[in-house]
């Protein structure tokens, strides 16, 4: 069974940083695409970023391109993102998805698998 279990979400002051990370277990497939979306409330969920085995690149949404960086540690099983000079727009419930292609995108649509959420509040 596929499970992934995101931590690290907390309530932060405009300009700070957190890192989130998303532990997967029973993920072993030799393509995938790992991705995290976050949904704030009365919004759709929105991908942030993504990674894709298929061409090895990591893709950002545009307006946390340069604050944000998803990284991987294969031997722990864990996907990070590192979130700096976070703003008050950055508030929502932030999600780790993955797929089985390797070409999953910044779709919630592409992704099968879904962790539970962590909340990321961002005060002003």
């Known amino acids: 069974e596929v499970q992934l279990v995101e931590s690290g979400g907390g309530l932060v002051q405009a300009g700070g940083s957190l890192r989130l990370s998303c532990v997967l277990s029973g993920f072993t497939f030799a393509d995938y695409a790992i991705a995290w979306f976050r949904q704030a409330p009365g919004k759709e969920r929105e991908g942030v970023s993504c990674?894709?085995?298929?061409?090895?690149?990591?893709y950002y949404q545009h307006s946390v391109q340069w604050r944000f960086t998803m990284s991987i540690d294969n031997a722990k099983n864990t996907v990070y993102l590192q979130m700096d000079s976070l703003k008050p727009e950055d508030t929502a419930v932030y999600y780790c998805a993955a797929e089985t292609t390797g070409w999953g995108a910044l779709a919630a649509r592409d992704y099968d698998y879904w962790g539970q959420g962590t909340q990321v509040t961002v005060s002003s």
């Open positions: 990674y894709k085995s298929a061409d090895g690149v990591t």
